[in-house]
């Protein structure tokens, strides 16, 4: 099992620019998000999914959109690249047991994103 | 908005002894989650504790959570190097409607166990 993959693991843009960052996970769970990391912010929600075919707005949304067309991948894309969008992002997918509130959380490796 | 905050920020010390973070949190919660950080990596899940737990082991870690006063703590004992990461607590945001699991993170605490 390779658990949780993104590609890219680096990319710098430049200010618009539109990219898309790929997340995979082949552990069959209904649930994934996209998070970033700031320095001293620590982990903030963007969009997630609860399903096949399904996305939800996070934390901080502006500027991203996602897709969710296939259960194992979650596509979070930019369409204008800003400066601030400077970051670091982890995909991350989450299951169910049963009706039991679990909700332990497994993360990608991370994107590295640059925009200048 | 950030709901867990760790303390402290940054920890340092030497190799054998124990480390002992500690989050606070603000609004009622299903559960609380730890997670480590090694440095450019993603984040791995450690431990989770339930609302009606009030103390968790695993290994060398041991995890308590006051929901009176909203607050939890790790402690990782006899530590070792390989231990040095950033810790992060997790609050379970439920919402029942939309059937979703959000987790809420907090900033964080840098360890460094010195060899």
């Known amino acids: 099992n390779a658990g949780v993959t993104q590609t890219p693991k680096f990319r710098v843009l430049k200010t618009g620019q539109s990219m898309t960052l790929l997340c995979a996970q082949d552990?069959?769970?209904?649930?994934m998000y996209w998070y970033r990391q700031d320095p001293g912010m620590g982990l903030r929600l963007i969009h997630y999914?609860?399903?096949?075919?399904?996305?939800a707005k996070g934390e901080v949304p502006d500027g991203y959109n996602v897709s969710r067309l296939k259960k194992q991948n979650f596509l979070l894309g930019l369409e204008s690249a800003a400066p601030s969008q400077t970051s670091v992002y982890f995909c991350?997918?989450?299951?169910?047991?049963?009706?039991?509130?679990?909700?332990?959380?497994?993360f990608g490796p991370g994107t590295r994103l640059t925009v200048l | 908005s950030q709901q867990g905050e760790e303390d402290p920020q940054a920890l340092s010390i030497q190799e054998g002894e124990n480390a002992t973070m500690n989050c606070s949190y603000k609004?009622?919660?299903?559960?609380l989650q730890w997670y480590r950080q090694n440095s450019g990596r993603g984040l791995v899940h450690l431990i989770l504790?339930?609302?009606?737990?009030r103390e968790k082991h695993s290994g060398r870690l041991r995890v308590t959570l006051d929901t009176s006063k909203k607050s939890s703590s790790l402690l990782i004992t006899a530590s070792r190097a390989a231990d040095t990461a950033s810790y992060f607590c997790?609050?379970?945001?439920?919402?029942?409607?939309?059937?979703?699991?959000?987790?809420?993170f907090g900033k964080g605490t840098k360890l460094s166990v010195i060899p």
């Open positions: 991350a997918s989450s299951y169910l047991l049963g009706t039991v509130s679990y909700n332990e959380q497994f």
């Open positions: 552990m069959n769970h209904e649930y």
């Open positions: 999914s609860v399903g096949e075919g399904t996305t």
């Open positions: 609004t009622s919660i299903n559960n």
């Open positions: 504790i339930r609302s009606n737990e």
């Open positions: 997790a609050t379970d945001a439920t919402y029942s409607g939309a059937g979703s699991y959000q987790l809420t």
